[in-house]
Protein backbone atom coordinates (compact mmCIF):
# COMPACT_ATOMS: atom_id res chain seq x y z
CA UNK A 1 0.00 0.00 0.00
CA UNK A 2 3.15 2.45 0.72
CA UNK A 3 4.54 2.04 -2.48
CA UNK A 4 1.38 2.25 -4.21
CA UNK A 5 0.57 5.64 -2.50
CA UNK A 6 4.47 6.76 -3.42
CA UNK A 7 4.05 6.08 -7.16
CA UNK A 8 0.99 7.61 -6.84
CA UNK A 9 2.54 10.57 -5.49
CA UNK A 10 5.00 10.82 -7.99
CA UNK A 11 2.80 10.78 -11.00
CA UNK A 12 0.84 13.56 -9.20
CA UNK A 13 4.20 15.54 -8.99
CA UNK A 14 4.66 14.95 -12.53
CA UNK A 15 1.45 16.19 -13.33
CA UNK A 16 2.06 19.50 -11.89
CA UNK A 17 5.27 20.47 -13.17
CA UNK A 18 4.10 19.52 -16.66
CA UNK A 19 1.09 21.80 -15.93
CA UNK A 20 3.13 24.61 -14.03
CA UNK A 21 5.77 24.61 -17.36
CA UNK A 22 2.98 24.39 -20.09
CA UNK A 23 1.77 27.95 -21.47
CA UNK A 24 2.89 31.01 -22.93
CA UNK A 25 6.43 32.67 -21.83
CA UNK A 26 8.23 35.71 -21.87
CA UNK A 27 12.09 34.56 -21.43
CA UNK A 28 13.56 37.88 -19.07
CA UNK A 29 17.31 37.49 -18.49
CA UNK A 30 19.19 34.14 -16.94
CA UNK A 31 21.19 34.92 -13.32
CA UNK A 32 24.55 33.12 -13.92
CA UNK A 33 25.56 31.24 -10.40
CA UNK A 34 29.70 31.51 -11.40
CA UNK A 35 31.83 30.17 -8.40
CA UNK A 36 35.54 30.71 -9.77
CA UNK A 37 37.35 33.23 -11.02
CA UNK A 38 37.85 30.87 -14.50
CA UNK A 39 34.27 30.50 -14.60
CA UNK A 40 33.74 34.17 -14.66
CA UNK A 41 36.45 35.13 -17.15
CA UNK A 42 34.93 32.28 -19.09
CA UNK A 43 31.19 34.06 -19.33
CA UNK A 44 32.79 37.23 -19.81
CA UNK A 45 33.51 36.19 -23.17
CA UNK A 46 30.06 34.06 -23.97
CA UNK A 47 28.09 36.27 -22.22
CA UNK A 48 26.78 38.18 -25.75
CA UNK A 49 25.96 34.58 -27.12
CA UNK A 50 24.25 33.41 -24.10
CA UNK A 51 22.24 36.37 -24.35
CA UNK A 52 21.92 36.13 -28.12
CA UNK A 53 20.32 33.02 -27.92
CA UNK A 54 17.09 32.93 -25.58
CA UNK A 55 16.95 36.71 -23.54
CA UNK A 56 13.55 38.44 -24.85
CA UNK A 57 12.20 35.81 -26.66
CA UNK A 58 8.97 34.89 -26.79
CA UNK A 59 8.19 31.16 -26.20
CA UNK A 60 5.42 28.57 -25.78
CA UNK A 61 4.84 25.07 -24.01
CA UNK A 62 1.90 23.09 -25.86
CA UNK A 63 -0.55 20.96 -24.00
CA UNK A 64 0.22 18.42 -26.76
CA UNK A 65 3.87 18.70 -26.30
CA UNK A 66 4.50 21.01 -29.34
CA UNK A 67 7.32 23.65 -28.95
CA UNK A 68 7.69 26.71 -30.64
CA UNK A 69 9.28 29.83 -30.55
CA UNK A 70 7.10 32.85 -31.79
CA UNK A 71 10.10 34.83 -34.23
CA UNK A 72 10.18 31.38 -35.61
CA UNK A 73 6.78 29.70 -35.29
CA UNK A 74 7.43 27.65 -38.37
CA UNK A 75 10.15 25.23 -36.82
CA UNK A 76 7.92 23.12 -34.37
CA UNK A 77 9.44 21.38 -31.57
CA UNK A 78 9.22 18.43 -29.07
CA UNK A 79 8.47 19.36 -24.78
CA UNK A 80 8.35 17.22 -21.72
CA UNK A 81 9.24 16.75 -18.61
CA UNK A 82 11.53 14.41 -17.27
CA UNK A 83 11.56 12.70 -13.33
CA UNK A 84 9.68 15.48 -12.11
CA UNK A 85 12.96 17.60 -12.35
CA UNK A 86 13.81 18.47 -15.90
CA UNK A 87 12.18 20.82 -18.51
CA UNK A 88 14.12 19.48 -21.83
CA UNK A 89 13.41 20.63 -25.56
CA UNK A 90 14.25 19.47 -28.61
CA UNK A 91 14.60 20.57 -31.94
CA UNK A 92 13.14 23.99 -30.90
CA UNK A 93 15.01 26.14 -33.35
CA UNK A 94 17.84 28.71 -32.32
CA UNK A 95 18.69 28.81 -28.84
CA UNK A 96 16.31 25.55 -28.30
CA UNK A 97 17.97 23.08 -30.53
CA UNK A 98 18.38 20.50 -27.55
CA UNK A 99 17.83 22.34 -24.34
CA UNK A 100 17.57 21.06 -20.93
CA UNK A 101 17.08 22.34 -17.70
CA UNK A 102 16.15 21.38 -14.03
CA UNK A 103 13.25 23.08 -12.49
CA UNK A 104 14.33 25.75 -9.68
CA UNK A 105 10.94 27.26 -8.67
CA UNK A 106 7.66 29.10 -9.47
CA UNK A 107 5.88 32.14 -8.18
CA UNK A 108 1.95 31.91 -8.55
CA UNK A 109 2.21 35.75 -7.07
CA UNK A 110 4.74 36.80 -9.70
CA UNK A 111 3.78 34.49 -12.47
CA UNK A 112 7.73 33.53 -12.70
CA UNK A 113 9.60 30.15 -13.46
CA UNK A 114 13.09 29.60 -12.48
CA UNK A 115 14.85 26.98 -14.69
CA UNK A 116 18.87 26.37 -14.47
CA UNK A 117 20.45 25.06 -17.55
CA UNK A 118 24.30 23.80 -17.07
CA UNK A 119 26.07 24.95 -20.38
CA UNK A 120 29.86 23.13 -20.58
CA UNK A 121 32.52 25.33 -21.45
CA UNK A 122 36.07 24.95 -21.90
CA UNK A 123 36.17 21.87 -19.46
CA UNK A 124 34.02 24.07 -16.55
CA UNK A 125 29.75 24.03 -16.03
CA UNK A 126 28.47 26.91 -16.10
CA UNK A 127 25.01 27.36 -14.60
CA UNK A 128 22.49 29.50 -15.70
CA UNK A 129 18.69 30.33 -14.37
CA UNK A 130 16.73 31.36 -16.62
CA UNK A 131 14.01 33.74 -15.49
CA UNK A 132 10.33 33.01 -17.67
CA UNK A 133 7.57 35.57 -17.07
CA UNK A 134 3.98 33.70 -17.33
CA UNK A 135 1.84 35.47 -20.36
CA UNK A 136 -1.86 34.11 -20.09
CA UNK A 137 -4.00 37.38 -19.84
CA UNK A 138 -4.68 40.83 -20.98
CA UNK A 139 -2.91 42.15 -24.28
CA UNK A 140 0.37 40.66 -23.30
CA UNK A 141 -0.97 37.24 -24.62
CA UNK A 142 -2.34 38.90 -27.33
CA UNK A 143 1.24 38.48 -28.60
CA UNK A 144 0.55 35.24 -29.31
CA UNK A 145 -2.21 34.95 -31.12
CA UNK A 146 -2.38 33.81 -34.54
CA UNK A 147 -4.20 36.74 -36.09
CA UNK A 148 -1.41 39.23 -34.44
CA UNK A 149 1.32 36.99 -35.60
CA UNK A 150 -0.64 36.66 -39.50
CA UNK A 151 1.82 38.85 -40.85
CA UNK A 152 5.17 36.24 -40.18
CA UNK A 153 3.14 34.13 -43.33
CA UNK A 154 4.24 34.80 -46.43
CA UNK A 155 1.68 35.39 -49.18
CA UNK A 156 1.26 33.56 -52.00
CA UNK A 157 0.67 36.04 -54.52
CA UNK A 158 1.34 39.56 -54.95
CA UNK A 159 -0.08 42.13 -52.79
CA UNK A 160 -1.64 45.75 -53.43
CA UNK A 161 -0.26 48.43 -51.84
CA UNK A 162 -2.95 48.58 -49.21
CA UNK A 163 -2.53 45.00 -48.73
CA UNK A 164 1.17 45.88 -47.99
CA UNK A 165 0.28 48.83 -45.28
CA UNK A 166 -2.29 46.40 -43.84
CA UNK A 167 1.15 43.68 -43.28
CA UNK A 168 3.61 46.34 -42.17
CA UNK A 169 0.32 48.01 -39.78
CA UNK A 170 -0.08 44.76 -37.99
CA UNK A 171 4.18 44.34 -38.09
CA UNK A 172 4.01 47.71 -35.98
CA UNK A 173 1.05 46.97 -33.59
CA UNK A 174 2.65 43.15 -32.98
CA UNK A 175 6.15 44.90 -31.95
CA UNK A 176 3.90 47.67 -30.14
CA UNK A 177 2.57 45.07 -27.67
CA UNK A 178 6.52 43.54 -27.55
CA UNK A 179 7.82 47.13 -26.43
CA UNK A 180 4.94 47.58 -24.15
CA UNK A 181 5.69 44.25 -22.79
CA UNK A 182 9.12 44.81 -22.46
CA UNK A 183 8.81 48.35 -20.59
CA UNK A 184 7.17 46.09 -17.91
CA UNK A 185 9.13 43.21 -17.50
CA UNK A 186 12.56 44.26 -18.46
CA UNK A 187 15.19 46.58 -17.60
CA UNK A 188 16.77 46.49 -21.32
CA UNK A 189 15.76 45.71 -25.15
CA UNK A 190 17.70 44.15 -27.73
CA UNK A 191 17.12 45.72 -31.24
CA UNK A 192 17.61 42.98 -33.49
CA UNK A 193 14.56 41.07 -32.11
CA UNK A 194 12.64 43.35 -34.10
CA UNK A 195 12.51 42.27 -37.84
CA UNK A 196 11.88 45.40 -39.36
CA UNK A 197 14.85 47.90 -40.43
CA UNK A 198 14.29 50.41 -37.45
CA UNK A 199 16.58 52.27 -35.57
CA UNK A 200 15.90 52.99 -31.90
CA UNK A 201 17.36 56.22 -30.74
CA UNK A 202 16.61 58.29 -27.67
CA UNK A 203 12.81 59.45 -28.10
CA UNK A 204 12.98 58.96 -31.70
CA UNK A 205 12.69 55.96 -34.47
CA UNK A 206 14.48 56.28 -37.67
CA UNK A 207 14.97 53.89 -40.54
CA UNK A 208 17.73 51.74 -42.01
CA UNK A 209 18.86 50.84 -45.28
CA UNK A 210 16.63 48.61 -47.24
CA UNK A 211 18.41 45.16 -47.52
CA UNK A 212 17.37 42.14 -49.82
CA UNK A 213 18.46 39.60 -47.75
CA UNK A 214 16.94 40.75 -44.58
CA UNK A 215 14.30 38.82 -42.58
CA UNK A 216 11.56 42.00 -43.03
CA UNK A 217 12.53 41.58 -46.76
CA UNK A 218 11.35 37.40 -46.39
CA UNK A 219 7.80 38.64 -45.46
CA UNK A 220 7.00 39.49 -48.50
CA UNK A 221 6.30 37.98 -52.27
CA UNK A 222 8.88 39.59 -53.87
CA UNK A 223 12.12 41.75 -53.56
CA UNK A 224 10.23 44.48 -55.18
CA UNK A 225 6.99 44.29 -52.80
CA UNK A 226 9.07 44.27 -49.78
CA UNK A 227 10.87 47.16 -51.44
CA UNK A 228 7.60 49.02 -52.04
CA UNK A 229 7.13 48.25 -48.33
CA UNK A 230 9.78 49.66 -47.04
CA UNK A 231 9.42 53.08 -48.90
CA UNK A 232 5.67 52.68 -47.20
CA UNK A 233 7.07 52.32 -43.60
CA UNK A 234 9.53 54.97 -44.22
CA UNK A 235 6.90 57.66 -45.24
CA UNK A 236 4.79 56.31 -41.91
CA UNK A 237 7.93 57.46 -39.77
CA UNK A 238 7.52 61.01 -41.76
CA UNK A 239 3.51 61.08 -41.52
CA UNK A 240 3.69 60.45 -37.76
CA UNK A 241 2.83 62.48 -35.22
CA UNK A 242 5.18 61.62 -32.28
CA UNK A 243 4.61 65.48 -30.04
CA UNK A 244 2.19 63.83 -27.63
CA UNK A 245 4.47 60.53 -26.93
CA UNK A 246 5.40 59.91 -23.13
CA UNK A 247 7.14 57.40 -21.61
CA UNK A 248 8.85 59.17 -18.45
CA UNK A 249 12.35 57.15 -18.30
CA UNK A 250 11.56 54.68 -20.27
CA UNK A 251 12.10 54.34 -23.86
CA UNK A 252 10.56 51.21 -24.54
CA UNK A 253 7.44 52.68 -23.36
CA UNK A 254 8.04 55.33 -25.87
CA UNK A 255 8.87 53.08 -28.93
CA UNK A 256 5.68 51.30 -27.96
CA UNK A 257 3.60 54.19 -28.50
CA UNK A 258 5.53 55.64 -31.51
CA UNK A 259 5.21 52.25 -33.11
CA UNK A 260 1.33 52.05 -32.80
CA UNK A 261 1.32 55.94 -33.88
CA UNK A 262 2.73 54.69 -37.26
CA UNK A 263 0.77 52.00 -37.63
CA UNK A 264 -2.13 54.07 -38.04
CA UNK A 265 -1.06 56.15 -40.42
CA UNK A 266 -0.89 52.94 -42.47
CA UNK A 267 -4.66 51.79 -41.71
CA UNK A 268 -6.31 54.64 -39.79
Request: aromatic fraction near 12%; glycine fraction near 6%; hydrophobic fraction near 35%.
Amino acid sequence: MLLILLAACKQEGKKKLHQVVEGNWFVVYPDDNLLTKKQNEIYAVIQDSITDLKCLKLISFKAGGEFIQIDSASTKGKWGTKDNEFVMVNDGGNGFENFKAQFSSYSEEDSVLKITETVRVKGENLRFVWNLKRLETGERAKLFDEKMNNWRNKPPAPETEEQLSKRLSQMLLFYSGYFQLISEEASYFMPMRVHMPLKFYQHAIGIKDFKPESKFASFFYSEEEAKMAYDLLTASIKNSDFGDVKGGNSYTREYSQMLKIMAKTLVP
